[in-house]
């Protein structure tokens, strides 16, 4: 599939999502995925191999995701997201290109990963996206409005390794597969789950949902 291929398919998912980009960040997009093809050939950073692919798999299932952390984020023109154990960049590159005002920290504990998203900041001149190349549980306390994950681990560990990233007020967007009614089960009486959000992924057939979550309020 060419660059003018890449881009309609890019423009169908869009409007299959109900999201308008201005042009330029879908240049930005355009360019994340060219850098992920690229990389992979040498870093390995994900075992999908072909742009079409990456687009339906990796591009089209982080911007499920934009609408629903849109909402909440409430319109802060300041938040914060730490996507933790974010590999490629997956969601934090494709959150900071769609959602500029808002300040994305990705954090992974392998190097290479966390070099790449660096690229991918300096390269797409993306200010509001960081990379840290550390484990989530060694990060100095911070206060973010939502912490994020894509397949990091199960919601107990996701949610237990990461509440010192997490403001009092803020809250935990897991993205997973079918609903994982055992990892809920599993979660700590201080986590409460106040969501589980059906995603519909265009042009894939797997299930996909947002499991909400925030600490429980105190008896």
Not at 84 to 104: D, K, M, Q, R, Y
Not at 157 to 181: E, H, I, N, Y
Request: glycine letters at 8%; one cysteine or more.
């Amino acid at each position: 599939m060419d660059g003018a291929a890449l881009r309609s398919a890019l423009g169908g998912v869009l409007a299959a999502l109900e999201l308008e980009l201005a042009p330029d960040q879908i240049a930005l997009l355009l360019g994340y995925l060219d850098l992920l093809a690229r990389w992979n050939r040498t870093y390995n950073l994900t075992a999908v191999r072909e742009p079409e692919q990456m687009l339906t798999q990796h591009i089209a299932d982080c911007l499920a995701v934009i609408k629903p952390l849109r909402r909440a984020l409430g319109g802060h023109e300041a938040g914060r997201v730490l996507d933790v154990g974010s590999g490629g960049g997956l969601p934090g590159a494709i959150v900071a290109i769609v959602e500029p005002s808002t300040s994305v920290t990705c954090v992974d504990a392998v190097g290479k990963k966390a070099a790449f998203v660096q690229q991918v900041a300096a390269e797409l001149s993306l200010r509001n996206l960081v990379a840290l190349h550390a484990r989530v549980e060694q990060l100095p306390a911070a206060a973010f409005d939502v912490v994020t994950s894509r397949a990091f681990s199960s919601l107990a560990d996701f949610t237990s390794l990461t509440r010192g990233q997490l403001d009092p007020s803020g809250v935990w967007m897991a993205m997973k597969g079918r609903r994982p009614d055992d990892e809920i089960a599993q979660l700590s009486s201080n986590v409460e789950v106040f969501h589980v959000e059906r995603l519909q992924v265009p042009g894939l057939a797997a299930e996909r949902c947002l499991v909400w979550m925030r600490p429980a309020a105190k008896a």
